[in-house]
């Protein structure tokens, strides 16, 4: 397409354009898709309330853009390669006809379902063709997506059901991964009997074939509804602000929140920024190794590989299975040739040695990607060496649920490249630093706030149903600014590094975690009287949970009690939150107005006693002395 970007020269004009005349820079961009009805202005906006509209008026969908608009020229060309759990089983290949014909199928099904424009579609489903199929065929009919990452509980997925009213959810029997079956629609089931009275219809996969309870009323098998239905399906006509899916992220305080994105911006900002990041050339193999329930699968798996008609790999599986090679045996097999994936598999896999890596031929490789927290030195180069042979730009690309699309990244190839530096912003995108009360750190060698001061079109329009706390959250903390909740630094290049966030969230393996979250989950423990939970540095996971709990009375067995309490988080959000460490302790250091001195459960945390600072004017600094001694590491 022609918003593509060939040198690093090209760039720098670009991006200089990009922000002196951005309204420009993006409707060339969003010209380049297909529109029934153009735009009246390209953007309107105020981070004030927030109110941010783009390419408002402009009628869109954005399953013509991923699929009806490639038919002629790219019909047989593969659009999803799924490759299963079980390397023994035979790969899929779904061509950009037949996915079309199935998203069409699907949708005229959803629809047989009383399923509409502007209703809510849960989804809790593992990491098969039929996933994105059911997604682009919501999309199709305008309904909105929400989809919930399928490791989570019953009661997770509850909250996410209940918050956003959803009619339908979309899932599987049991989720094959490594030698494992996992009970989905079971876990659908109980979320049910939690109480999801939005709920109409349950629509049922019928994957590993492992038998399951069934409700007539509101089950229904996939196989009786979807394939007999016509393999046309006339787009439905959306606005460009126009919601286009919920995905829930958690934040430092309370439950988690819905993502807004919208059509026509959303649409826009993944289909430029795959392009350019990657640098996709037309017929190359694309694989990103993310799970389509978090924000990197919505955009890097689904849509924006689609939007410019690549192929893209669907792994069901995990690293692991059958051994620390299937990652390369995969790329190998498919002669994969962008490969996208997280910092913590890059550990797993480098843990594992560098054995599984030497008897695979990885020469398709052309470019990696990096997201989802910061990437340390030792992985970078280990993936550099080990992986990219030293001739594969790494993509540190730095973004949130909240972006839609990348924002600071390398584009592969063209940028000049410093380990663990996601380095510049893309053409379009202008970041700022601010110091803590708010006022822009100008110049080099800096370090601050991460900030956005100019909206991008993937930007969170709001947060849902509840559009006070996306205000709050997000646009509150600096005037005029979208704040991201990381610390960064700027070199004397001008090249960003993410430090990590500077709130109280934790990425544990990519996965974003509150600790208010974690902490509401163990006070449900009937022996725990109050608890305070810190991230701490993990070799493989990034970050590690780290819990102080203080209990009521004695315990009777610590083991048992410390099981019950991993038993206890995981019912409540799910595996990915079970704290590494638990500390039992008989205070909190406080406040004297009661705030709990989280720096200081971080530091001993992470080991670190020796700066804890002056703790002699705390409520009960005794507390200190004790939690020290008793720390786990
Ligand atoms: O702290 C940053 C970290 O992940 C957060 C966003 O998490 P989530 O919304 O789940 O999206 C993850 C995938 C885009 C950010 O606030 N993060 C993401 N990418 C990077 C990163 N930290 C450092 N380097 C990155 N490349």
Redesign the pocket.
């Known amino acids: 397409m022609s918003y593509r970007i060939h040198s690093f020269e090209e760039y720098q004009s670009v991006y200089k354009n990009s922000v002196e005349n951005p309204e420009q820079f993006w409707a060339d961009i969003a010209k380049q898709f297909h529109w029934y009805k153009p735009w009246e202005s390209v953007l309107e906006w105020e981070f004030k309330t927030p109110s941010v509209a783009w390419f408002k008026g402009g009628k869109t969908n954005i399953t013509y853009n991923c699929l009806d608009r490639h038919l002629k020229t790219r019909g047989d060309e593969v659009a999803i390669l799924w490759e299963p759990n079980n390397p023994e089983n035979d790969a899929i290949r779904l061509t950009y006809q037949q996915l079309y014909e199935e998203v069409c199928r699907t949708a005229n099904a959803l629809k047989s379902l009383g399923i509409g424009k502007g209703d809510r579609v849960c989804f809790y489903m593992p990491m098969v063709p039929e996933l994105a199929i059911a997604v682009l065929a919501c999309a199709r009919i305008g309904a909105i997506h929400s989809i919930v990452f399928a490791g989570f509980s019953a009661q997770s997925l509850a909250d996410r059901i209940n918050d956003s009213a959803c009619k339908a959810v979309i899932c599987s029997d049991f989720n094959a991964r490594g030698n494992k079956n996992i009970p989905v629609k079971k876990v659908v089931d109980e979320a049910i009997a939690i109480g999801c009275p939005s709920i109409e219809k349950v629509l049922v996969l019928q994957h590993t074939g492992d038998p399951v309870t069934w409700n007539a009323e509101t089950d229904i098998w996939w196989h009786d509804i979807v394939p007999n239905q016509p393999a046309t399906c006339e787009p439905t006509e959306m606005d460009a602000e126009d919601m286009l899916f919920i995905l829930y992220?958690s934040g430092s305080t309370g439950k988690p929140k819905g993502v807004v994105h919208t059509v026509g911006g959303y649409m826009v900002y993944a289909g430029y920024t795959f392009e350019n990041v990657f640098q996709y050339n037309e017929g190359d193999i694309y694989w990103c190794t993310?799970d389509v329930g978090?924000?990197?699968g919505h955009s890097y798996i689904i849509y924006g590989p689609l939007l410019n008609g690549a192929t893209s790999l669907m792994f069901e599986g995990v690293p692991t299975f059958p051994d620390a090679g299937r990652f390369w045996e995969i790329c190998e097999k498919h002669k994969v040739n962008i490969f996208y994936t997280a910092p913590t598999a890059i550990r797993a896999l480098m843990a594992a040695g560098d054995q599984w890596t030497e008897n695979h031929d990885l020469s398709s490789l052309r470019v990696l990607g990096?997201?989802?927290?910061?990437?340390n030195a030792e992985a970078w180069h280990w993936y550099d060496e080990k992986i990219g042979k030293c001739r594969c730009p790494i993509v540190?690309?730095?973004?949130?649920?909240?972006?839609g699309g990348?924002l600071i990244?390398p584009l592969a190839g063209l940028t000049p490249l410093k380990p663990t530096f996601?380095t510049l912003p893309l053409p379009g995108v202008q970041p700022c630093l601010v110091d803590a009360s708010g006022n822009e750190i100008e110049g080099n060698d800096v370090e601050g706030m991460l900030c956005m001061k100019f909206p991008w079109p993937g930007i969170i329009r709001t947060t849902y149903d509840d559009h006070q706390r996306c205000k709050q959250t997000y646009f509150a903390t600096f005037e005029n600014k979208y704040f991201?909740?990381?610390g960064a630094r700027r070199d004397s290049d001008g090249y960003y590094r993410?430090i990590?966030?500077v709130d109280d969230?934790i990425?544990v393996s990519?996965?974003?975690i509150g600790t208010a979250e974690v902490e509401n989950a163990i006070n449900e423990h009937p022996l725990v009287v109050e608890s305070a939970v810190v991230g701490f540095p993990h070799e493989i996971k990034g970050q590690g949970i780290y819990a102080y709990v203080i209990l009521d009375g004695m315990v009777p067995d610590e083991p048992t009690f410390k099981k019950e309490l991993l038993a206890t988080v995981t019912r409540i959000i799910g595996p990915i939150a079970k704290p590494d460490e638990i500390q039992i302790v008989s205070g909190l250091p406080k406040t004297r107005s009661g705030k709990i001195m989280r720096r200081i459960l971080r530091k001993i945390a992470e080991g670190d006693t020796s700066s804890l600072g002056d703790t002699s004017t705390l409520l009960n600094p005794e507390v200190v002395v004790e939690i020290k001694d008793g720390a786990k590491r």
């Open positions: 992220t993310a978090w924000i990197t990096s997201v989802g927290e910061p990437i540190d690309t730095w973004w949130q649920t909240e972006t990348i990244s996601a991201t909740g990381d993410i990590g966030r969230v990425n990519g996965h974003r």
